[in-house]
């Protein structure tokens, strides 16, 4: 089972659209049994993906002993599972600090054996929640929009965690008619380049991925690369 984290100490970066599109990347195009955990109380993930029915024990996962298994639910996509979030995971890091139990999140993921692929949609912050999710990955995928704002936010993030997890940054809301963006990416030419695309705003205002929506456009495109990098770094 590889585990996939989408992190940032930085909001409003696209973590949630990646882990959607990838999360059904790896269920529809490699086959693999995979499993998308929200961890973000905001649940932007498990309200595009799940049922729409209420939810209120995300939380107990951590601190009454709750098996993961037992909150796992199906999506409308073959092979791809949610572990959805709710409200009650505002309070985690106070959780987790008061648990003590380093590695809660890395023992709660070894219990979703039956998955292939475990993807993490991570909330914000250098956090008790992003301690364990570093202690828990086998990879960190880091939404970096070309801006100096989200750049040094991954230079704090690569600061803060460099060595203790691979990590693989990745250029989002790209638009290469800007400068600023062209720059950027010629910097760091090897990072893979998620483009800015109103074919993935449709997408989630139809609550879908990429590839159901828009499977012919640049951005589907960009996402099944990125996780065939993904994949390749795995393996």
């Known amino acids: 089972m590889t585990t996939v984290a989408i992190y940032s100490v930085k909001g409003g970066v696209g973590k949630t659209t990646l882990a959607i599109n990838l999360a059904w990347c790896a269920a529809t195009l490699s086959s693999r049994r995979t499993l998308l955990w929200d961890l973000d109380p905001q649940g932007s993930a498990t309200w595009a993906l799940g049922d729409g029915r209420a939810h ?3 939380g107990a996962l951590f601190a009454k002993g709750v098996s993961p298994t037992k909150l796992v639910s199906k999506t409308a996509f073959e092979r791809l599972d949610l572990l959805p979030a709710d409200a009650s995971l505002r309070d985690l890091n106070h959780q987790l600090r ?5 590695r809660r999140l ?5 219990e979703l054996g039956d998955h292939d692929t475990v993807v993490l949609d991570c909330p914000p912050g250098l956090t008790e929640t992003a301690d364990q999710v570093v202690r828990a ?17 991954f230079a704090t993030l690569d600061r803060e965690f460099g060595g203790q997890v691979p990590m693989l940054p990745v250029h989002v809301m790209v638009d290469r008619r800007r400068a600023l963006h062209a720059e950027a990416i010629a910097r760091n030419p090897d990072w893979p380049v998620i483009p800015m695309a109103s074919a ?4 989630t205002a139809q609550r879908l991925p990429t590839g159901v929506a828009a499977p012919r456009s640049a951005a589907a495109t960009a996402f099944a690369h990125l996780w065939r990098t993904i994949e390749q770094r795995r393996t």
């Open 98 to 102: 008061e648990l003590d139990k380093k």
């Open 200 to 203: 993935v705003e449709n997408a």
């Open 56 to 58: 209120d024990r995300a």
């Open 137 to 153: 990955a086998d990879l960190l995928v880091v939404p970096v929009v070309p801006s100096a704002f989200s750049q040094q936010a």
């Open 106 to 110: 890395r023992k709660l993921v070894a």
